[in-house]
């Protein structure tokens, strides 16, 4: 099998074309030529989930599971790319037929070491130090509560026989480690939290020496009043990743194509 021709898009601070004045209006993209083996490849799903409390992100949110990730997960299943459902702890143990082999034993997240300093109360912003943590105002708790009791993947990306379903960020390096896989395509919610900042999110599978490719359209961040109009904060960490080496990114539409082609 041919790999999978990409032209994946990077961010680097230099002008662009080089010969232009060092100034940040000539900074700009660059895009790089990547050819993936399709074994060496998964497609992860990151919180993918039905029910959300805030109604203005599940809404758009709902319709990237229906109008981009499905058409993207029927064709990696179709090509043979590994499909690796990753919907949280508590939402993947309503899945654990499809769980990786073995994978029973490290369902909790790893903790962080402990140390001497900062106090531990400070650190975790207790006791004298509560004023520093922004907290909710409870008003919603019941609410919060209900959805994540209840919460499962969306019904328009739900796991098939073929898929994974993993809880961990171990799990999935497990899984990888077990088939070989290099390259992970990831999609799913939410841009400026989970995507990121999960134990399988892009940060921390980036730190394990992966090579990370987001699909931009195919993922939205939880937005504010001052950048809801413009989606400007899923704009800003999609930056953010391709600025740092975390993540290239392409289309859905580019990675369809480029599976068509093959």
Known sequence: MM???????HIVHEPNPPHLPYREEHFGYVHLPVGIPLEQAALVLVDCWDRIIVESFQGRAGRVCEET????????????????????????EKFRQF??????????????????????????????WTHLQARRS?????QLDRIDRDRSIHRAVLPQASDYVIATGEQLHRLCTERGILYLFYVGFATNICVPDRDYGLRAMRERGYALVLLRDATTGVEARDTYPMLAATSVMIHQFELRDVAGTITSDAFLEALEGL
Do not use: M, N
């Open 3 to 9: 790999p999978l021709q990409l032209s994946v898009r």
């Open 69 to 92: 990730i499905r058409p993207v997960l029927e064709a990696c299943r179709s090509a043979g790319i590994t499909v690796v459902h990753a919907p949280s702890p508590p939402v993947a």
């Open 99 to 128: 769980w990786p082999r073995e994978a029973t034993d490290d369902k909790a997240p790893v903790p962080p070491p402990e140390q001497d300093w900062p106090p531990a109360d400070f650190a975790l912003r207790r006791g004298e």
């Open 138 to 142: 409870g008003l919603h708790q019941e």
